[in-house]
């Protein structure tokens, strides 16, 4: 099947910094990817959709300018954080769609701000 | 290499029961998770299971045997509403999330 990874897996940084999280789909190519966050309730909610070479989609109350997202190719999306807070320590999860129905969901990032 | 697997499609009634079954191999286990997911949706959780046994909420439930590496979801009563996808997640040794490709579940009435 379709395979989505990310890197990091995980990252610990200090208040104020900014993290780069990365979402590529390995073995096809995604006009669109999601980030998701999950929340200890384990569920996802969706921050944002990036389709390749246009601005990202956020959904109401995800700060745009708080949550970066670069789509640059057809299988790289980037998550930046900026001036991360310990409120922004979650996980967060990436997926790729393939077809119009069909999404494939990455392994997470989980971020821990001090 | 970690592998999760369940069917592809499956087909019910409208008012009946069905099983959708998960099956895993992976390094470490924490826990695993029942997503819903409605066409050009967000998947919406349903259930997470870290110990053995059965989890009942309503209609759905989870079970999960950790030594056959095995989970299923059930659902009752079906309705049409209950049309998606239904997705299975295992958190590995790593907290990594190892993702089925997920169950297309068609409900007829």
């Known amino acids: 099947g379709a395979v989505v990874s990310q890197h990091p897996s995980w990252v610990i940084c200090k208040s104020g910094t900014s993290v780069k999280i990365e979402c590529r789909s390995l073995?096809?190519?995604?006009?669109?990817m999601f980030w998701y966050r999950q929340f200890p309730k384990q569920s996802l909610m969706l921050m944002a959709t990036s389709n390749e070479g246009s601005k990202a989609t956020y959904e109401q109350g995800v700060e745009k300018d708080k949550f970066l997202i670069n789509h640059a190719s057809l299988t790289l999306s980037t998550l930046t954080v900026t001036s991360a807070h310990p409120e922004d320590s979650s996980f967060y999860i990436c997926s790729a769609r393939l077809l119009e129905n069909e999404q494939f969901f990455g392994p997470g990032t989980r971020l821990t701000v001090l | 290499g970690q592998n999760i697997d369940q069917p592809t499609e499956m087909t019910a009634t409208e008012g009946a029961i069905v099983q959708i079954n998960c099956t895993y191999q992976?390094?470490?286990?924490?826990?695993l998770f029942w997503y819903q997911q409605h066409a050009g949706e967000a998947p919406t959780f349903l259930s997470y299971n870290v110990l053995d046994g059965l989890e009942e909420k309503g209609r759905f439930s989870s079970f999960l045997s950790r030594s056959k590496g095995y989970s299923y979801l059930l659902l009752k009563e079906l309705q049409m509403k209950d049309s998606a996808s239904y997705l299975c997640a295992v958190k590995d040794s790593n907290y990594q999330l190892i993702w089925g490709a997920g169950t297309k579940l068609i409900i007829k009435p």
């Open positions: 073995d096809f190519q995604a006009t669109t």
């Open positions: 992976t390094s470490g286990f924490n826990g």
